[in-house]
């Protein structure tokens, strides 16, 4: 019944208009396409040129986050698992730590297999994360450290999903209803 | 239910998890925690549900959830939790404002009688820093919930995986 339902939405959505609609925010032209310079969590040089082809996600975090972060990548995860074929397939999240002091390559890697194989994790310096959140409006703050050293990082909620070219298209947030995010998710996979 | 958000460096607060307790065992009731509180000021009987601790890679600080119920007649204070698995446990919410994450201290969790408190992913949490010894999912952790007026509720959390929701 619910594969009807999406596959009815999906047919609604595809008929009457050119450009793709989508049930979460559409940031179509409202925001640029992906780019930045970053390492990864094997330690390369990267950029958005190595991640296209596929849909991707993004999202800034950090791994001493006890609760938004796990709980988005725990999300993801699952709305991932609702997805099948190539759209599972496919489908790239980019783990973008804001805190690259703590977040070395190797931190990093061990913090996204733990959710899965789809999600990679890219840090870099100041410059390169003031470039990239900036270009997504988004912002960082790191929080007074304590006596032992913790502090907290404030990041944006956002995930920022792009089509296979690197195009803008959509952004959504943990909690948000899993079957319109995985019908989106799986217009995004067709979106070439 | 009134929660007292602190900056992120609380002295007060850090004393206050130095403190010791002492302890009384749980005993188990049909999934349940039935649990009796042990000081001198009244027996309150509190219920905690779906005590779990997201396990995450390392020596990342994890996050703590379960349901607190208030079956007694009297309000009950929650200020924290300790403990033996790990350095610090910390009472924490999430807030979110204008797309921002953070995260803020919370010092006094009130439940009143009858009320349920729940500690969810994206809201209330404990925060468990540094294991003191090595942990896998599927375990049980013993942690102390620390009430206001010295009390203290024994309560099993299950190590669940990083994927969990």
């Excluded at chain 1, 390369?44 to 040129?49: D, E, L, N, P």
């Excluded at chain 2, 065992?25 to 049909?30: L, V, Y």
């Excluded at chain 2, 007694?72 to 807030?95: I, P, Y």
């Excluded at chain 2, 994206?122 to 540094?130: A, D, R, S, V, W």
Aim: a negative charge.
């Amino acid at each position: 019944m619910r594969q009807w339902l999406l596959l009815l939405l999906t047919a609604l959505l595809l008929t009457g208009c050119g450009e793709p609609s989508w049930h979460s925010k559409d940031i179509s032209g409202s925001m640029p396409a992906l780019e930045f310079k970053l390492t990864d969590e094997n330690g390369r040089q990267v950029s958005a040129k190595d991640y296209l082809g596929k849909p991707t996600l993004l999202f800034f975090g950090f791994t001493h986050c006890p609760d938004v972060c796990p709980s988005t990548l725990a999300y993801l995860a699952a709305v991932s698992k609702q997805l099948d074929g190539e759209a599972r397939e496919d489908l790239q999240v980019l783990f973008v730590s804001v805190d690259p002091a703590r977040d070395d390559p190797q931190a990093l890697r061990s913090y996204t297999d733990a959710f899965g194989p789809q999600f990679i994790g890219l840090t870099g310096d100041k410059a390169a994360l003031d470039a990239l959140t900036r270009r997504y409006y988004s912002l960082y703050e790191y929080g007074a450290k304590d006596a032992a050293g913790n502090y907290d990082v404030m990041h944006s909620t956002a995930v920022f999903a792009f089509n296979r070219k690197g195009e803008a298209r959509f952004l959504f947030r943990e909690g948000d209803p899993v079957d319109a995010v995985t019908a989106d998710l799986r217009h995004l996979s067709a979106d070439r | 239910m009134v929660s007292q958000p602190v900056p992120m460096l609380s002295g007060v607060f850090m004393k206050r998890m130095e403190k010791k307790f002492w302890r009384v065992g749980p005993c188990r009731i049909d999934g349940l925690l039935l649990l009796i509180f042990s000081t001198a000021v009244g027996a309150a009987d509190l219920e905690v549900k779906d005590a779990r601790l997201r396990l995450l890679p390392g020596d990342l600080p994890a996050g703590g959830y379960f349901s607190l119920s208030n079956a007694s007649k009297q309000s009950v204070v929650l200020v924290g939790a300790e403990s033996a698995a790990f350095e610090r446990v910390m009472m924490h919410r999430s807030t979110e404002k204008d797309g921002m994450a953070g995260m803020e201290h919370v010092l006094r969790l009130e439940v009143a009688p009858g009320e349920t408190l729940n500690f969810a992913p994206g809201g209330y949490h404990l925060m468990f820093m540094k294991h003191l010894a090595p942990l896998a999912i599927g375990e049980k952790v013993n942690v102390t919930l620390l009430f206001a007026d010295g009390a203290h509720l024994p309560v099993t959390f299950l190590v669940v995986s990083p994927t969990s929701q």
